[in-house]
């Protein structure tokens, strides 16, 4: 099994602030990656599949980028509805797996 | 509306069965893939089961032999069976479909809340 770690567990920012998350493989995936986005009482929202492309209707301030093990999510500036956790996925191996999350607060 | 709609969540005890349901609308069922995935009360996300537009199924170890999942295509419906349920199956379940081949998250439902206890 793929095991992603995330890190920070949490993230304290303000709003405008840039926010860099970041999502560790057990072993290479290629591209084959996603990040989620998650606010309290709702289901997950698909950002970036495939490392670095942005799923449909999601704003240019977010970027995903990486390969192989290592990938980033960058939020260029926070705004107040992006405060919420963020799952990043896999799909290069079965199971398929996410990481534990990171908290995206406000500071 | 392209939506999905879950349902049959509840209260069971140790051991005990309950089926989900899962209503789309909007697209057919049968010609995406479609899964199941559960987040533990304040816990991070965890993929359970796959159905293959084809009908062949996947599931994540702890629940093989235990959950089972199917489609009932007249009705458009998303099930999985859960049977010999254990506290640690104590999750809120969402009813997703994939992206196409790609096996991304690409719709959600609001989930349903499957609390398993004495």
């Known amino acids: 099994e793929i095991v992603l770690t995330q890190s920070p567990a949490t993230l304290s920012l303000s709003p405008g602030e840039r926010a860099t998350l970041s999502c560790r493989a057990s072993q290479s995936i290629s591209i084959y990656f996603a990040w989620y986005q998650q606010k309290p009482g709702q289901a997950p929202r698909l950002l970036i599949y495939?490392?670095?492309n942005r799923a449909t209707g999601i704003p240019a301030r977010f970027s995903g980028s990486g390969s192989g093990t290592d990938f980033t999510l960058t939020i260029s500036s926070l705004e107040p509805e992006d405060f919420a956790v963020y799952y990043c996925?896999?799909?290069?191996?079965?199971?398929?797996?996410f990481g534990g999350g990171t908290k995206v607060e406000i500071k | 509306e392209v939506q999905l709609v879950e349902s049959g969540g509840g209260l069971v005890q140790p051991g005990g069965s309950l089926r989900l349901s899962c209503a789309a609308s909007?697209?057919?069922?049968?010609?995406?893939?479609m899964s199941w995935v559960r987040q533990a009360p304040g816990k991070g996300l965890e993929w359970v089961s796959l159905i293959y537009r084809g009908g062949n199924t996947n599931y994540v170890d702890s629940v093989k032999g235990r959950f089972t999942i199917s489609r009932d295509n007249s009705k458009n419906t998303l099930y999985l069976q859960m049977n010999s349920l254990r506290a640690e199956d104590t999750a809120m379940y969402f009813c997703?479909?994939?992206?196409?081949?790609?096996?991304?998250?690409?719709?959600w439902g609001r989930g349903t809340l499957v609390t398993v206890s004495s």
């Open positions: 996925q896999q799909r290069s191996n079965w199971p398929l797996t």
């Open positions: 997703a479909r994939l992206t196409g081949d790609d096996w991304y998250f690409g719709l």
């Open positions: 909007g697209f057919t069922v049968s010609s995406n893939y």
């Open positions: 495939d490392a670095s």
